[in-house]
């Protein structure tokens, strides 16, 4: 037996941490011979659906949970995690962009940032999830003396997901057979979803669908306010879709990706494509065989979406500046 891997996540009584902890505790991302604690954090007002939660899991008896902690405590929270999900924040409501929870989430990633640096495992790998997710990232990353930079990831394999079951929809063929599907910048109504680079069964998306007007008008506009919809049409915000995508997220960053295609992740820029070095900003990555990843390089960046990259690179600047108290120097 497999000795056990330790996950913390924050927000873990909430909708998406509801949606994620059974799953997680089943075997589904890390292996059926994978064994694993789970350190569940929320806040003091969260404590006594977390206990349920915690009820729940028990109930489950799964044979890979090994140890189950829930604490509003950070320093127990992430002690020894090889993995972090921070989803605990406060979620968006109808009329706001994700932006706008800046002020009110932005601290709290600072407090986490530290905690993880304090506590965590020596190959911790955090993925944030709360929104804005890539500037809230920045904070924790900036905050996490010591944790390297390239173990800090935005998610943006939601919008991915979304992207691809438009063009599949749109082409009249299964999702399975859309990849190659980038999103660009921010987790925002900025992000861009490239179409130019998307291939279905293995062709470029413009023999399938050749509706270019289509591709780079209501294709785009509709994965940025997917979000949005959702939050319309439930009163609440998306749950079990972000769920599967911190799912998707994990699997891929413990299995090499397949050959020719990427997944989309914001990472620490390191100036590739021009995005300024530092910004967490979504790129296509490729995971290696050694669990490595890299930014996938050489992609040719046409006119249109390199203004359509500039414009969300431009707000993920915007929301650094509006940060910089919370930066360290
Ligand atoms: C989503 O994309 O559904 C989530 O980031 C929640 C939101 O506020 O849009």
Request: hydrophobic content about 45%; overall charge negative; some cysteine.
């Amino acid at each position: 037996m497999k000795a056990p891997i330790t996950i913390s996540i924050t927000g873990a009584a909430g909708n998406i941490g509801y949606a994620l902890v059974f799953r997680l505790a089943s075997g589904c991302v890390f292996g059926h011979d994978q064994p694993l604690n789970l350190r569940l954090i929320e806040i003091e007002p969260g404590m006594a659906a977390l206990e349920g939660v915690m009820m729940e899991l028990c109930d489950c008896a799964f044979p890979l949970l090994h140890e189950v902690v829930g604490t509003a405590d950070l320093d127990l929270g992430f002690t020894g995690a090889n993995w972090v999900v921070l989803i605990g924040s406060v979620p968006r409501k109808a009329g706001m962009e994700r932006g706008d929870l800046l002020g009110v989430n932005g601290r709290i990633f600072t407090g986490q940032g530290q905690a993880i640096a304090r506590n965590a495992a020596p190959d911790v790998r955090v993925l944030v999830v709360g929104n804005p997710c890539n500037t809230n990232a920045l904070i924790a990353m900036h905050n996490a003396a010591g944790v390297p930079r390239e173990r800090i990831f935005a998610m943006t394999r939601l919008d991915e997901n979304r992207a691809k079951n438009l063009l599949a929809l749109k082409a009249g063929v299964p999702v399975a057979q859309v990849s190659n599907l980038c999103i660009w910048g921010n987790h925002s109504a900025t992000q861009y979803p490239d179409f130019t680079h998307a291939k279905i069964q293995g062709r470029p998306v413009t023999d399938l669908i050749p509706d270019e007007e289509w591709l780079k008008g209501e294709f785009i506009v509709t994965v940025q306010q997917r979000g949005a919809a959702i939050l319309k049409a439930r009163g609440a915000s998306s749950a079990a879709s972000g769920a599967n995508a911190v799912m998707d997220t994990l699997q891929s960053l413990i299995t090499p990706t397949p050959a020719g295609d990427w997944h989309s992740l914001a990472v620490c820029s390191d100036g590739s494509y021009g995005i300024e070095q530092g910004l967490i900003a979504s790129m296509p990555v490729r995971t290696l065989e050694n669990g490595q990843w890299e930014i996938v390089q050489g992609l040719h960046i046409d006119a249109f979406s390199q203004a359509k990259i500039d414009l969300t690179i431009h707000e993920l600047m915007q929301e650094r500046d509006a940060v910089k108290d919370l930066i360290p120097v």
